[in-house]
């Protein structure tokens, strides 16, 4: 009777933690032999940009494009699709592709990639092909000081 009590007193215990542990923030703290620093990694029970999370099938568009992003000056503004500008967001501008369309955008120089909105027209300029949204470009570029980058534009399949 004994051990019957104990068990069930240590399996909702168990449960009990096990629910707190998937509701809250989760720090694993890890040390740097290399730089003798600490590295903190945080996982967090929220939701995720739906935009990152997308699954489907990619196909080309364009290689060798050029990439710009926005200026601070138009965080906040309406873009020509009717919604606000975030800088923040993974958005981006483009000439000719619909509105809504998600659309994977390849540094070719270090293989880091983003997966975007568009959201705006743009840019008007002839040499560039694609707008993004500065998170999304400071995500991809290998040098941050710089303002533009050959990219390759895969467009989502649906």
Do not use: C
């Amino acid at each position: 009777m004994k051990k019957s009590i104990t068990l069930f007193f240590l399996l909702a215990f168990i449960s009990i933690l096990s629910s707190q542990s998937s509701t809250r923030q989760r720090t694993l703290v890890q040390k740097d032999s290399i730089k003798k620093s600490k590295l903190v990694l945080e996982t967090q029970d929220k939701k995720i940009d739906s935009l990152v999370n997308v699954l489907g099938v990619f196909k080309p568009f364009k290689k060798e494009a050029h990439a710009s992003y926005y200026a601070d000056k138009f965080n906040g503004r309406r873009t020509t699709s009717g919604r606000k500008f975030d800088n923040n967001k993974y958005t981006a501008a483009h000439k000719k592709l619909p509105f809504g369309t998600k659309v994977r955008v390849t540094n070719e120089k270090n293989g880091k990639w983003v997966i975007v909105e568009i959201t705006d027209r743009g840019p008007f300029v002839k040499s560039r092909e694609i707008d993004l949204s500065k998170r999304a470009f400071m995500d991809i570029t290998s040098n941050k000081g710089s303002g533009g980058m050959l990219v390759t534009i895969e467009v989502m399949d649906k």
